[in-house]
């Protein structure tokens, strides 16, 4: 089956820059559709970034111009380049999967990872 494994969290200041890795295991990450949602306390799930199987990508508007979602550079891994960091993006980053080109309004994506902890301050 599909895991997904999540990395690269970590604290850092406003304005700084964070990289967040997903590894996936169980298929290809090019050939299936990928994405980024983040939650904060108390807040909803909310999707932060998404790249099809494609290629095409899409953003939430809060993250536009600031964070780039891409395959990564070793096989079955979706990189999320955070920059110009601020305290509002402070959440547990997910990534998530899902055979269908869902969107990312939709939080219904098959499969899920665990999560990485992203503090801005």
């Known amino acids: 089956d599909v895991q997904l494994v999540e990395s690269g969290g970590g604290s850092v200041e406003a304005g700084g820059s964070l990289r967040l890795s997903c590894s996936a295991t169980g298929y290809t990450a090019s050939s299936i559709n990928m994405a980024w949602f983040r939650q904060a306390p108390g807040k909803e799930r909310e999707g932060v970034a998404t790249?099809?199987?494609?290629?095409?990508?899409d953003y939430a508007e809060s993250v536009k111009g600031r964070f780039t979602i891409s395959l990564g550079t070793t096989a079955n891994t979706v990189a999320l380049q955070m920059n110009m960091l601020k305290p509002e993006d402070t959440a547990m980053y997910f990534c998530?999967?899902?055979?269908?080109?869902?969107?990312?309004?939709?939080?219904?994506?098959?499969?899920w990872g665990s999560g990485t902890q992203v503090t801005v301050s």
């Open positions: 790249i099809w199987d494609s290629g095409r990508t």
């Open positions: 998530a999967a899902d055979r269908l080109p869902l969107r990312l309004h939709q939080t219904t994506w098959d499969y």
